[in-house]
């Protein structure tokens, strides 16, 4: 019978009138009773059934048996019982203490239960709500004190557990709760306005959560004639979200300064909150560039909330610990840090940050494959969770990835998705810069000086597309070396290089030397620029930041090889350049440009206009704009600036 049961589902009515006529309707007016009574039930034991019949007895409305009948079995009789019988109930531990009943027998029973005692439906889901509260299981007395629409019940239970739920990241389970709840009843509670404020914080709708915060301050401070807890613990967690948003937004001063008021507002026993507070204000440091800061306050942080048991706030200090780290050009050691943080397999949104930087670290050691893996596992995680900024941060090193593997148009299509992205949520402009400096570098890694041209100038001064040097404009002077003006390119290096150094920015530093030496104006000064870096980056591996400043580098590679410089290091850097070349599509032959089409080149990249190269070369001025047509179209450039740029990658100029 149990086998004929599992083979099918609850829309075969055959079956349904087979139960309700052989199986339920034999049953004895007790047993009958009882299987109404629990049939709302997920689980149950012995206790919680006593609790569901309650004071009005074993039987159906309509029996003529007395209520609690001296002949009534007790609960724990009756499952086992039912258990002997295989009566469609299933144990669910090897003591047999807690059952559930088959699904197609629950539904079948929950349909007998709204057809004989409909008016005792809600009544059972509060027994079974106050039952599992006075047990601790708070999740399944949420549940039934919603399905018996006894919002006071949940608003009281959803209010307690809401930062537990929070601290593990299980957003989902608490919005589902929230949504269920009536909007009046949530703008009545200051706690649960905070818990939706939060969800819309971590889910990145930062107007809405600007709202429910609004109203929890009020709540809170005793506005509106509502009760609000204790007042001043409320406004501290009030500020702490509102520090929250404060950096989402961009704005780090405020948000550093909105944490340090929230730590005096809240008492001292508020420890696992102060650890949330801790990780607000380490992340606001952090992104400040303030790494010797963020630190102590992350490491501190962290170990507050693995006391207390807060995934969330553990997690997300880890990931940031991890990240200074980087920046500091410790990549091992950062690595150690994100992969302990995904192999805990939690569903904590920062998962998705641990993966993208491991992402990160192996393109930066050139292992694309693993890097790729890691890309994809943050982007299963980050679609469903409705955040703008993880998604961009997954999509911004598929254009990296992309890039490397030669695939420019991936790549830009890749960074074009992440601005689309961007126009329909509320984003900072300080993401918006970075994802611009991003679509610069990748349409420079390609050779497309119109299309980084078009990025540019979207892009703040202080814009960096890579996530380890965030406050280091490099993209700067890599545009003006594609636009020909490599001493202008070097002159701005230098205080890049100054800032980096004096902030710990080791990551940085490295990358500022390597193009240093590509625009040094001597050969001599170049080896010098990359002898530091290959000493600097040898012992972490680094790898795509010389590859990625491409093959004007090779010359000076070899150069510093020959002169014993990590001859070994260099090699695996040379070999990696020379698989990157391979990879990316066929540049157009230099041959077939004329002997005047080069004469032209060669007058537009020094800077003269039409007139001036027609007078230059004695041509007319609608001749010389037919010949810079036909070097346009032959080096597949869009404008005279890329055109100038492309040759010189080709060695023409």
Not at 341 to 362: C, K, M, Q, R, S
Not at 543 to 549: H, M, S
Not at 551 to 579: C, N, T, W
Request: hydrophobic fraction near 45%.
């Amino acid at each position: 019978m149990r086998r004929l049961i599992t083979s099918v589902t609850g829309t075969n009515r055959f079956i349904l009138d087979y139960l309700t006529e052989e199986v339920l309707a034999r049953q004895s007016p007790q047993v009958h009773s009882f299987l109404l009574h629990t049939s709302i039930l997920d689980r149950m034991c012995a206790p919680l059934c006593e609790a569901m019949l309650g004071q009005d007895g074993w039987l159906p409305q309509d029996s003529d048996t007395p209520a609690q009948a001296p002949h009534a079995l007790p609960a724990q009789e009756i499952l086992e019982h039912l258990d002997r019988s295989n009566l469609f109930i299933v144990p669910l531990d090897t003591e047999r203490q807690w059952y559930r009943y088959h699904h197609l027998f629950a539904e079948l029973l929950q349909s007998c239960l709204q057809r004989e005692l409909a008016d005792r439906v809600n009544i059972l889901h509060s027994r079974a709500s106050r039952w599992y509260a006075d047990h601790g299981f708070t999740a399944e007395a949420i549940h039934h004190a919603l399905a018996s629409q006894d919002w006071a019940q949940a608003a009281r239970l959803i209010a307690l557990e809401r930062e537990t739920l929070l601290q593990r990241g299980e957003l989902l389970t608490l919005m589902g709760w929230l949504a269920a709840l009536p909007s009046d009843i949530i703008q009545a509670s200051a706690q649960l306005c905070l818990a939706y404020a939060w969800l819309l914080l971590l889910t990145g709708r930062l107007d809405a959560a600007e709202q429910w915060l609004a109203r929890a301050r009020k709540l809170a401070a005793g506005e509106d004639g509502q009760p609000g807890g204790d007042p001043r613990s409320l406004l501290g967690e009030v500020t702490a979200a509102e520090s929250v948003l404060a950096r989402a937004r961009g704005d780090l001063r405020q948000s550093t300064e909105l944490a340090h008021r929230a730590l005096t507002l809240l008492p001292e026993t508020a420890e696992a909150l102060r650890a949330v507070l801790g990780v607000t204000l380490g992340l606001a440091y952090w992104y400040g560039g303030h790494i010797d800061q963020a630190e102590p306050i992350l490491e501190a942080a962290a170990t507050a909330a693995r006391r207390y048991g807060n995934d969330f706030a553990r997690l997300t200090a880890q990931t940031f610990l991890g990240r200074s780290k980087a920046m500091r050009g410790e990549l091992h050691a950062a690595a150690a840090l994100f992969q302990d943080v995904v192999g805990e397999n939690l569903p904590v949104p920062v998962t998705i940050l641990a993966h993208v930087d491991l992402a990160y670290l192996n393109y930066e050691w050139n292992d694309l494959d693993v890097a790729e893996s890691h890309m994809r596992a943050g982007q299963a995680l980050a679609e469903p969770s409705g955040d703008a900024e993880y998604r961009v941060s997954v999509n911004l090193i598929l254009a990296r990835l992309r890039s490397a593997r030669g695939d420019l148009r991936g790549a830009l299509q890749a960074v074009d998705q992440v601005d689309q992205l961007l126009k329909a949520s509320e984003s900072p402009a300080s993401l918006l810069a970075h994802v611009a400096a991003t679509g610069v570098e990748v349409a420079l890694a390609g050779a497309s000086l119109a299309e980084a041209e078009h990025w540019a100038a979207r892009m703040s001064p202080e814009a960096s597309g890579h996530p380890f040097y965030r406050h280091l404009n490099l993209v700067g002077p890599r545009l003006l070396l594609a636009r020909g003006d490599r001493r202008a390119a070097c002159e701005a290096l230098h205080p890049l290089y100054t800032a980096a150094a004096d902030a710990g920015w080791e990551w940085g530093a490295i990358a500022v030397r390597i193009w240093q030496a590509v625009t040094a104006e001597s050969q001599q000064a170049g080896l010098t620029f990359l002898k530091d870096a290959l000493h600097r980056g040898a012992s972490e591996r680094f790898v795509r930041t010389f590859v990625d400043a491409g093959p004007a580098l090779v010359p000076l590679l070899k150069e510093a090889a020959r002169q014993g410089a990590a001859p070994e290091y260099v090699g695996r850097i040379l070999q990696a350049i020379s698989e990157h070349a391979a990879s990316a599509p066929p540049e157009p032959a230099p041959s077939s440009l004329s002997l005047r089409e080069l004469q032209v080149l060669r007058l537009m990249a020094a800077g003269l206009s039409n007139r001036a190269i027609a007078t230059n070369l004695v041509l007319s001025e609608g001749t010389v704009k037919k010949h810079i047509h036909n070097i346009s179209g032959k080096l597949a450039a869009a404008n005279r600036t890329e055109a100038v740029a492309r040759a010189r990658k080709l060695g023409l100029l």
